[in-house]
């Protein structure tokens, strides 16, 4: 059952139309990514959906609700801001406490609640302090804390964590999946970054140009871009014409604009039911644990990653025999 | 190298202050005519300054004139500042020539309209007086509370404020005043100090019938110039205690900003001040 | 329901508005207005016009301001350069203090000027004495009470002025600018004839620029030093405006409508003159 379901969203900002035709529904409890380069418009769908921006046309409706006409603040939907947007001159526990205030709960109860999600964030002993004394990783928690303690039906993230270094960022967003699932929030978090979406996400939604361009488990989309545009975005996808496949493969059973291959799909050992092609290894790059090789062959440039064990072999290969297997080409679309 | 630009700083301060000295010394002295020298030092003046009851009526007509003026700056102009730049950003392209127009236009242009508009006396002079020095702090009130907007990302507050259930005045009231309270006190001080000391339009347009404190002065001056120097130090003091006071009120807040909002608050200092404190004097 | 927050926030505008418009916008329309009418405000022609630029009684006060102002702003503007450039050296914290000391000292411009220099420079000021007792006869050459005299008046609030919108751009000089420039072979000559000094022209020219709008329309100091024996814009302006028995306010007006013509005319230039060299700058 969907849980929040926008329909044929419309929405214009300063005299351009940033989401066009826009439909989607989500299930309680899960955290959606909305993933793509800047300017697709995901953020513009989050507020959107907040109610910070007006919606030209279209629905949107959130438990049975239809929340298309009201204000942010009757949406029970709750948003993190990329900047945090923590209010300066309140401490730590009255930034928390802010939402429950507006709702007019007694003290008491609010000082038990915010105790209990400083705790759960791990800030409980920053309650008094203010938030220009945090660290961004702090303040990002403190931000969270914040819009969670009012229990929103839906929990919208810009951007949460791109202030962030590269590891606070890996940490953080980990707490913030592992906060998901105890807490059961439905969340959309809205990212550019496609290994923090797949980390994370249960559904990830891939934008362009103001629509979703694909939308499915990280496998699908990962495993199965259904076009060039997620193809090129997500992953390091090897792209073929029709004419190369068929020189490959023989005849087409599906037809399709180009093809797509992960790099991590090409062997360079031979294997059942794949095609070789010959070529010569002209870049090598160690990635960490990945070393990515460039392989001129007839069809272009190729990618072949391969998991780095430290292999001596691969250095000195200067002319190498790649296999293919036909399985693992991806027809996409336009 | 370093030597040379302490040389130079201290001449730049000595020369700014010998004047100042000078009007000191002269507040001081018995007499100082055709000397180098004052022929003898009197706290006389002070004392007959102070006790005289026009010396006393001026300064409390600078101070209402300023108080009156500055509330109402207050109260009209930061709202707006902030709501135009908040929620209605088309508007800014409009706003920003406005407000910014005052720096253009020097003070005894808009005097002689507000004289040929309002010499009939529709509206009470003082009024006049008021608006047109209104007009004149608007330049840096604006860049004073804009800029301060800015540093805390004011729009960002005003929605994560409304996100979480505030209606707009009580999240402008609770979060955004105290935010920028240091730039509004910085702004206030600027124009606290430029309204104190007004000559001009006060000059043109009420004359002799308002005397504030730099009318008095110059009233003075034409009589007694030991008189003159002791109304001088007086009013340089007064400032200087005020500032002080608002300044000490900045440092107190200072405890609770980052970094960037302490930057913030002497940029308008350096960028908004010289235009009315040093123009058109 | 944006749209009704839209039209209740502009309604909140309003009551700046209004002040704009009675204290701003109407009183510089009808100035406008009555620059081209007569005595009466009635009629329409331009010889108010004419007459500012054909009497010397007139057109006098331009030229003597336009003197004053080119003079004081040069002298403000070399002398607040070396300042300038010191302070930027300077640690912040001299910095804050010395910014702080232009503000304080900048109260001082006006009446109080006036009188302290001629406690200095007049006829039986102290410098004066001074420079009598050693050989050096001031009054010979030198009348405070001149145009002269009101130009070096005027340097007592020029330089202060020109140093806090100079030194952001000398501050601005980033240390590294020489040492990439070194290291990539410019000499230091080069390196000042090529990124140096087009860094800081625009901001020396807007200052000087400035300044001498600043000189154009300073009153009180001319005002308390000088009252009406010498002939400048803004006292003209004035005088004309007041009840005085030569009171002839659409004259006043006329002046003020050239005057600000000048003066827009000025900042334009300006604006042009800083597109030219930094078109990095918007």
Redesign the interface.
């Known amino acids: 059952m969907s849980y929040l379901t926008i329909e044929n969203l419309n929405l214009e900002l300063g005299g351009k139309m940033i989401l066009k035709d826009l439909n989607l529904s989500i299930e309680k409890g899960q955290l959606i990514s909305l993933l793509g380069p800047s300017g697709c418009g995901k953020s513009t769908l989050l507020r959107g959906i907040s109610g910070l921006n ?1 919606i030209k046309s279209g629905k949107v409706m959130i438990d049975g609700r239809d929340i298309t ?3 942010p603040k009757k949406r029970e939907v709750g948003m993190v801001f990329q900047s945090y947007a923590l209010f300066p001159n309140l401490t730590v526990a009255d930034n928390v406490a802010f939402g429950l205030a507006m709702k007019r709960i007694d003290k008491d109860t609010v000082s038990k609640k915010v105790a209990q999600i400083l705790e759960l964030v791990g800030l409980e002993d920053k309650a008094k302090s203010y938030p220009g004394e945090l660290s961004g990783g702090q303040q990002q928690r403190v931000a969270l804390a914040r819009s969670i303690v009012v229990e929103p039906k839906v929990l919208l993230l810009d951007e949460p964590l791109s202030a962030l270094d590269a590891q606070i960022r890996k940490q953080l967003r980990l707490e913030l999946c592992r906060l998901q699932k105890k807490l059961g929030i439905t969340m959309i978090f809205v990212t550019h970054d496609q290994e923090e979406a797949m980390a994370i996400s249960d559904r990830i939604f891939v934008m362009h140009d103001g629509q979703i361009a694909q939308e499915g488990t990280p496998s699908q989309v990962y495993f199965h871009p259904s076009n060039e545009f997620v193809a090129g975005f997500i992953g390091n996808y090897n792209k073929l014409n029709k004419e190369q496949i068929e020189h490959l493969f023989g005849p087409l059973i599906e037809e399709g604009s180009t093809y797509a291959l992960r790099p991590e799909a090409i062997e360079f050992t031979p294997q059942d039911d794949a095609v070789s092609v010959v070529g010569q290894i002209i870049e090598r790059h160690i990635l960490g644990n990945v070393v990515r090789c460039t392989v001129q062959t007839q069809y272009g440039t190729l990618w072949v990653d391969r998991m780095n064990q430290g292999q001596a072999v691969l250095n000195d290969l200067k002319d190498v025999t790649l296999f293919i297997r036909q399985e693992d080409v991806v027809t996409l679309h336009q | ?2 030597k ?3 040389c ?2 201290t001449l ?2 000595a ?6 000295l ?2 000191l010394v ?1 507040s001081f002295a018995t007499e ?5 020298l004052p022929s003898g030092y009197t706290f006389k003046w002070y004392a007959q300054l102070y006790q005289d009851p026009q010396f006393i009526a001026a300064i409390s007509r600078s101070l209402i004139l300023t108080v009156v003026t500055l509330a ?1 700056v207050l109260v ?2 930061v ?2 500042i902030a ?2 730049a908040i ?2 950003p088309k ?1 800014d392209h409009l706003f920003k020539p ?1 407000v910014l ?2 720096y ?15 010499t009939n006396g529709l ?1 009470p002079l003082f009024a ?1 007086l008021s ?2 020095l ?2 004149y702090s608007l330049p840096f009130m604006y860049q004073s509370v804009r800029s301060s907007l800015q540093e805390i990302d004011g729009t960002r507050l005003m929605e994560a404020a409304e996100m979480l259930g505030a209606s ?1 005045v009580y999240a402008f009231i609770r979060i955004l005043l105290p935010n920028i309270k240091i730039g509004i006190m910085v702004g206030s001080l ?1 124009t606290f ?1 430029a309204f104190f ?1 007004e ?2 339009l006060t ?2 347009i009420l ?1 002799g019938d308002f005397e504030t404190i ?1 009318i008095y ?2 009233r003075v ?1 034409k009589v007694n ?1 030991h008189l ?2 002791a109304v ?1 130090m007086t ?2 003091i007064l ?2 205690i005020i ?1 002080a006071l608002i300044i000490k009120l900045t440092n107190m807040n200072r405890k609770r900003s980052s970094m960037m909002r302490e930057e913030a608050a ?1 940029k308008p ?2 960028k908004g ?2 235009a009315h ?5 | ?3 009704h ?2 039209r209740q ?2 309604a ?2 309003l ?2 508005a209004a ?2 418009l ?3 916008a ?3 329309v ?2 406008i207005r ?1 620059s081209f009418g007569d005595q009466n405000g009635d009629g329409f022609s331009f010889a108010n016009f004419m007459q500012i630029l054909s009497q010397p009684f007139y057109y006098d006060a331009f030229r003597n301001s336009f003197f004053i102002s080119i003079y004081s702003a040069l002298a403000g503007l070399i002398l607040a350069m ?2 300038a450039a ?2 930027a ?2 640690n912040e914290k ?1 910095q ?1 203090k ?23 420079l007049g006829n ?1 000021g ?1 410098l004066t ?2 420079l009598q ?1 050693m050989g050096i006869p001031l009054q010979s050459f030198f009348n405070l009470y001149s145009w002269q005299g009101l130009a070096l008046t005027y340097v ?6 020109g ?3 100079l030194y ?1 751009a000398f501050k601005g000089m980033d240390q590294r600018w020489g040492e990439a420039a070194a290291l990539l072979g410019a000499s230091h000559f080069s390196f000042w004839a090529r990124i140096g000094i087009p860094h800081i022209l625009p901001s020396v020219l807007g200052t000087f620029i400035i300044l001498f ?2 000189g ?6 001319a ?2 030093l000088v009252g009406g024996t010498v002939s400048l ?2 006292t003209r ?2 005088s004309s ?2 009840g005085d028995i030569f009171a002839q ?1 659409q004259i ?2 006329a002046m ?1 409508v050239l ?2 013509i000048l ?2 005319a000025v ?1 334009l230039v300006n604006q042009y003159l800083l597109h030219l060299f930094r078109r990095d700058i918007k």
Do not use: D
């Open positions: 007006s006409k009201l204000a | 190298m370093k040379m630009n302490r130079i700083i730049f301060v020369f700014m202050c010998l004047p100042i000078v009007t002269y100082w005519g055709k000397s180098i109402a009209i102009l709202p707006s709501l135009v929620y209605l508007f406005i127009l005052p253009a236009i020097p003070g005894v242009v808009l005097a002689t309209g507000l004289m040929r508009t309002y509206v006049v608006g047109g209104f007009i707009k600027l100090s000391g000559f001009q000059n043109m004359g730099r002065m110059l001056m110039g003159s120097s001088v009013y340089l400032l200087v500032s002497f200092i350096v001040s010289p404190e040093l123009l058109n004097h | 329901m944006q749209q927050w839209k926030a502009q909140c505008l009551p700046l002040v704009l009675l204290f701003l109407v009183p510089l009808i100035m009555q070396f300042v010191a302070l050296r300077m001299a804050e010395i910014t702080l000391f232009i503000n304080m000292t900048a109260n001082f411009a006006g009446v109080p000027l006036a009188f302290a220099y001629i406690i200095l039986a102290i004495l001074i007792h007592y609030f020029q330089v202060p002025l140093v806090l919108f952001p709008a600043n154009m329309g300073t009153y009180e100091t005002y308390a814009v803004t302006i004035a405006v007041s306010p006043g007006s003020a005057f600000s003066m827009i900042l």
